[in-house]
């Protein structure tokens, strides 16, 4: 089946730090990569998304690549902000057989940025 | 224009009770989600509709019971509420089911005592 692994948490950072949070995946079929952000106290926003393999996404500074040939989607960001403290999720989807038909969470990495 | 929508925001109940938490949402999405946050899963697929009348389990269906007679409603039931079921549940809509953004609500916070 699927699933999806991410670094484990908590990520404390001072702000202007750089921040990599690694996103690992295992798939049937040619799954679409998404990086999903959230705020306390609120659902789940889109933050980006890539649909095949060595598409770039970006929004808000934040890059992730989907790299094929080592089944990862890490996500990266050049200079944190204290706003940008959140919990991160990976996640995939695919039109696999069954229940692969879903997107498919990693377990989320909660960032803290300090000022 | 909200968007998509849940009510209540949060609910205490007890076990043993029957609990309907809704779900709208205003974009005519032909495909709604339930999922169930608990520390240490990420987000877990509790059942989903692909259009009025069909709907289809998830990964972690059991005690859960769906309708969506309305395009635009997903209301989700737990018929004996159970301790393991104190969560944070959201709802999500999408146009379609693969390679498409999935929205969020807000989420309902649930207690079962």
């Known amino acids: 089946g699927n699933s999806v692994t991410q670094m484990e948490g908590p990520v404390t950072l001072s702000e202007e730090a750089f921040l990599t949070i690694n996103c690992t995946y295992t798939?049937?079929?040619?799954?679409?990569l998404f990086w999903y952000v959230q705020y306390p106290g609120e659902g789940l926003q889109l933050l980006l998304k890539?649909?095949?393999?060595?598409d770039k996404g970006s929004n808000k500074g934040f890059e992730a690549t989907y790299r094929k040939e080592t089944t990862s989607f890490h996500l990266e960001k050049g200079s944190v902000q204290v706003s940008d403290s959140a919990v991160y999720f990976c996640a995939l989807s695919t039109l696999s057989s069954g229940s692969a038909r879903q997107l498919t969470f990693g377990s989320g990495t909660q960032l803290t940025v300090l000022p | 224009d909200a968007g998509i929508t849940q009510s209540p925001r949060y609910k205490i109940t007890e076990t043993g009770r029957q609990v309907t938490l809704m779900c709208h949402q205003t974009w005519s999405h032909s495909y709604m989600f339930w999922y169930r946050q608990d520390l240490g899963h990420g987000l877990r697929l509790i059942y989903y509709?692909?259009?009025?009348?069909?709907?289809d389990k998830g990964e972690v269906p059991d005690g859960y019971v769906v309708s969506r007679s309305k395009t635009e409603n997903f209301p989700l039931t737990l018929e004996s509420a159970t301790r393991s079921q104190t969560s944070v549940y959201f709802c999500?809509?999408?146009?379609?089911?693969?390679?498409?953004?999935?929205?969020f609500g807000p989420g309902t916070r649930l207690l079962v005592l």
């Open positions: 798939a049937t079929g040619y799954p679409s």
């Open positions: 890539a649909t095949k393999a060595d």
């Open positions: 999500a809509s999408s146009e379609a089911l693969v390679r498409e953004t999935q929205y």
């Open positions: 509709s692909a259009a009025a009348d069909i709907t």
